[in-house]
T-cell receptor
Framework: EPEVTQTPSHQVTQMGQEVILRCVPI?????FYWYRQILGQKVEFLVS????????KSEIFDDQFSVERPDGSNFTLKIRSTKLEDSAMYFC????????????FGSGTRLTVV | QKEVEQNSGPLSVPEGAIASLNCTYS??????FFWYRQYSGKSPELIMS????GDKEDGRFTAQLNKASQYVSLLIRDSQPSDSATYLC???????????FGTGTRLQVTL
C-alpha cells in the first residue's frame, strides 16, 4: 500500500523560529495538500499544490506560510516566525485526481511552539 | 462559509450494535463525500466514499447519501471496541478540490 511519508514526526521550536515540515507524497499522485489540526479541533485546509504552483489556499495560509516542491519527490511547508498558536498537527496529503477517491494522508508532524 | 456539521458526541454503543453517524453539509454543489476514521493522535484514515444518492456498502460499513437533504450518514454494523475513534465527515466540490471536514463524532463502543 503506497504511503505518504512525513518528517519529522514531532518538532519543538521556539517562538519566532522558522520550521520546515517535509512530506514525500505518493509517487504517481499529482495534487498535494497541507492540512492542520489544532488539538481538539477539526482538520483545516491550508493549501493545495499542483503543477508546481499553489492551486488553492485558505485564509489561514498567509505570508507566514510557504510551500515548495524542491525536487521530484519532496513537498515542504515552511512556517516563518512561528507563533504559539501554530502549535498543531500538520498533515500532508496527496491525490490522483483521475480517480474519484479521497486523499491519502501522511502520519503527521506534531509541531509544538514554546 | 461552507460548513460540514456533525454531532461531536460521544456516541456510545454496546459491542455488536449498530452505530449511526450523521453529517450535514451546506454547499449544494458538493460532489464527493467521505468518511474518515481518526484515532487519537493519528492521521485521518479513509474508510468510505460515496458520490451518488443512495447506499453504498463495504463490509460492516454502509454510507448513505441524500443530496436533496444535504445529508450523509455512516452505519457501522456489529460494532467492535476497535471501532472506538472519531469519525470525520468530509466533502469536496470537485475531484481535485480541497476537502472540508466536519468536527467529527467520537464513537465509543462499550463491552
Amino acid at each position: 500500500e503506497p504511503e505518504v511519508t512525513q518528517t519529522p514526526s514531532h518538532q519543538v521550536t521556539q517562538m519566532g523560529q522558522e520550521v520546515i515540515l517535509r512530506c514525500v507524497p505518493i509517487s504517481n499522485h499529482l495534487y498535494f495538500y497541507w492540512y492542520r489540526q489544532i488539538l481538539g479541533q477539526k482538520v483545516e485546509f491550508l493549501v493545495s499544490f499542483y503543477n508546481n504552483e499553489i492551486s488553492e489556499k485558505s485564509e489561514i495560509f498567509d505570508d507566514q506560510f510557504s510551500v515548495e516542491r524542491p525536487d521530484g519527490s519532496n513537498f515542504t511547508l515552511k512556517i516563518r516566525s512561528t507563533k504559539l498558536e501554530d502549535s498543531a498537527m500538520y498533515f500532508c496529503a496527496s491525490s490522483d485526481p483521475g480517480r474519484t477517491y479521497g486523499y491519502t494522508f501522511g502520519s503527521g508532524t506534531r509541531l509544538t511552539v514554546v | 462559509q461552507k460548513e460540514v456539521e456533525q454531532n461531536s458526541g460521544p456516541l456510545s454503543v454496546p459491542e455488536g450494535a449498530i452505530a449511526s453517524l450523521n453529517c450535514t453539509y451546506s454547499d449544494r454543489v458538493s460532489q464527493s463525500f467521505f468518511w474518515y476514521r481518526q484515532y487519537s493522535g493519528k492521521s485521518p484514515e479513509l474508510i468510505m466514499s460515496i458520490y451518488s444518492n443512495g447506499d453504498k456498502e463495504d463490509g460492516r460499513f454502509t454510507a448513505q447519501l441524500n443530496k436533496a437533504s444535504q445529508y450523509v450518514s455512516l452505519l457501522i454494523r456489529d460494532s467492535q471496541p476497535s471501532d472506538s475513534a472519531t469519525y470525520l465527515c468530509a466533502v469536496k466540490v470537485s475531484t481535485a478540490s480541497k476537502l472540508t471536514f466536519g468536527t467529527g463524532t467520537r464513537l465509543q463502543v462499550t463491552l
